[in-house]
């Protein structure tokens, strides 16, 4: 019988998120114990989260998730975009409303909670996310540390110190924390019910892409339209690309400060483009070929994370839902007369899109191979794929339909 002495005590908080200003968040702790350091960001889908979690471009990020009810589908083993899964996770850490409860969904193989510990995820829950996401909002992602310790014993001393010591994400390289290490080839095209993921069958076109932290389904979209892919790690040469022979190159998406990722990608992005061979980029890739054309980039506020993004695609007058990730954007001001800006967000006016005048490269800030529209971008993948086909003087096919 418990002691009625105790009856009305407060339980121990088991979790803190700790933010660099010194502000303490108490909550309780799932998944992975442990304290990790990172920038706190938010986002607003409400669904993917397993998705969201594997994705490489949040290496360095403590996501706290708006939507109050996260992992009540639990997770499975097709819902993954990392390809190498026995990588650590680059997602620092995890913030929820909710308690997480039992799966309750048919594809579910595993509860939400245990899959974190598995990844090495540390969470904290019992949060009121919306007093979390107004502060970053109003101040910008702070850096913090989030810290899970079963006891409820914290060095909250230690903790402040640590997040205020974070240098932060500027200047920061992770593409090579998250990259494939070695080239390998990618064959499978996306899911199909009743059949799963099947395989391309005599790929016409052959695409390097450059993993600077690459998703599965991207590497899926570009096979459905024929392609055999070749993946090669993010400090890959122009000679290692060149000598392979490519119809076209992608650019992939990824963690950090594009500044310093381009130290070593650009000169490489910038001899693919002087030979007029086919680039397509997404996030990071964008950056990358927006640092190769002489634009610049910088940090954002509050970044751009989630699923209900509106995106004006000035080259058809539409707009696409969206989904995005990113914390740094293309300055629209500093790129060059020979870009044109193809795609804005119509949250904030910030670039989303761009596509070289005289060359054919083109690129996006979002994420056209994630579904939130559900399939509003996929075009784009045809769009590449049509630059292969002009330049090997085939007709195009329509981008829709």
Known sequence: MQDAT???AEPVPTAVLVLADGTVIEGFGVGARGAAVGEVCFNTAMTGYQEILTDPSYAGQIITFTFPHIGNVGVNDEDIETVNLSAASGVRGVVLKADVTDSSNWRAARRFDAWLGAR??????????????????EKGMPNAVIAHDPDGRFDLDDLKRQASAWSGLEGLDLAKEVSSTQSYGWDEKTWAWGEGYAKVEAPKYHVVAIDFGVKRNILRLLADQGCRVTVLPATATAEDVLALEPDGVFLSNGPGDPA???????????AVIEKGIPTFGICLGHQMLGLAVGARTSKMHQGHHGANHPVMDHTTGKVEITSMNHGFA????????TVEE??????DGSNAGLRLKDKPAFSVQYHPEASPGPQDSHYLFRRFVNLIRVQKGEAEVPERG
């Not at 090495?120 to 909002?137: E, V």
């Not at 310093?260 to 910038?270: F, L, N, R």
């Not at 293309?330 to 007369?337: I, M, R």
């Open 6 to 8: 105790n009856a009305w």
């Open 260 to 270: 310093a990722t381009g130290e070593y990608a650009v000169p490489t992005i910038q």
């Open 330 to 337: 293309v300055e629209t001001a500093t790129l060059p007369d």
């Open 120 to 137: 090495g995820i540390i969470g904290i829950g019992g949060i009121d996310t919306r007093a979390l996401t107004a502060l970053i909002r």
């Open 342 to 347: 193809t795609h804005v967000s119509l949250f």
